[in-house]
């Protein structure tokens, strides 16, 4: 669906964030980039959004590339409205492209209803928890039904309770909406539960170190699988690896 071929990155300060990035992404992919802060995660997805241009190599879309509206973005922060309340909040993008309250609400119920907020849809931002406020975040995101989900660690401001609730659901929004994901963490725990394929990122200029497949049998019961915990110790064998052979060079 969408490739990045030998891609670097140098902002005008100097600071190379990128260099020699190659990743090809199929649809209906859930991958997870995964590494330490400052490694160009941000910048990786900012590229995959077309919100930024690469100064080496390209990002192409072998396909039909997505139209407008049809690449969703949750960062950590919901970055809601506040004076707005939750229906108002998920309706935004519709709002936007001329569509009437009216006509709207049917769907922005529906978005609301699927990530547990039903009932909710005249609370303001400041009165849901962080955990709410992000799934409105989400439903806002999904409303339009997006080819592509990028999600800039979303839950790495929440409690751990939260977290993996919101973990669980996102695996099952993702297979219901059919849509592809890029969720960046620095996370192993949250890369392995999450992730069919998980890329890892070395330190600056960000490079893909490497690979994991990681496709377990989803649901909650993923956590405690010993499939779960051998992922998770084999990801940090490799990002151990990775962190000395960078020591040594
Ligand atoms: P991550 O998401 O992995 O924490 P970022 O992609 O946000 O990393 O940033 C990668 C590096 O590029 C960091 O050193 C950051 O300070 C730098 N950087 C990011 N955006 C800009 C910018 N617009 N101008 C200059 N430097 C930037």
Redo the contacts with the bound molecule.
Sequence with gaps: MLALEDVG?R???G????RGVSLAIAAGDFIA?L????????????LLAGL?QPDHGRVSWPGAPAGPGEIGFVFQDPTLLPWASAADNVYLPLRLRGIGRAEARPRVNEALARVGLAGFEHARPAQLSGGMRMRVSIARALLTRPKLLLM??PFAALDEFTRHRLQEDLLAWWQDAGCTIVF?T?SIYEAAFLARRVIL?SA?P?RIAGEIDADLPAGPARRLDPAYAALVAAITRRLEESHRAAGQA
């Design positions: 990155r902002f005008a300060s600071t190379e964030a990128l980039l590494g330490p802060s400052g490694c160009g995660k941000s910048t990786l997805l900012r930024d800039d660690e960046v620095h990122m600056r960000g």
